[in-house]
Nanobody, 122 residues
Framework: QVQLVESGGGLVQTGGSLRLSCAAS????????MAWFRQAPGKEREFVAA???????YYIVSVKGRFTISRDNAKNTTTLQMNSLKSEDTAVYYC????????????????WGQGTQVTVSS
């Protein structure tokens, strides 16, 4: 059974930092593209960042230069380092895994975590 478990969310002030982690099990991690999405109340789920199984990295424009995605195939984990957080970053953040494409569309990922809340207070 595939499991993706996110951790590291919380409450932080504007300008602060958080580090999200996603621990994967039940899949061949190195064969999967990994991504982070987020969903704010009343909004659609939004792509944030992805790292392909080959190490190519993609970001949504609004987080470039502030967020860093990485993966550790030996530990079956992917992380999202978030710096200079803004109130508009407030959302539930989801880890996703897929084998089709390191894309920006949720349907391109077959496995999802339960999400972790990130709240940025001004």
């Amino acid at each position: 059974q595939v499991q993706l478990v996110e951790s590291g969310g919380g409450l932080v002030q504007t300008g602060g930092s958080l580090r999200l982690s996603c621990a994967a099990s039940g899949l061949t991690f190195s064969n999967h593209h990994m991504a982070w999405f987020r969903q704010a109340p009343g909004k659609e789920r939004e792509f944030v960042a992805a790292i392909s199984r080959g190490g190519n990295i993609y970001y949504i424009v609004s987080v470039k230069g502030r967020f860093t995605i990485s993966r550790d195939n030996a530990k079956n984990t992917t992380t999202l380092q978030m710096n200079s957080l803004k109130s508009e970053d407030t959302a539930v953040y989801y880890c996703a895994a897929g084998t089709l494409l390191a894309g920006r569309v949720p349907s391109q990922y077959g496995y999802w975590g339960q999400g972790t809340q990130v709240t940025v207070s001004s």
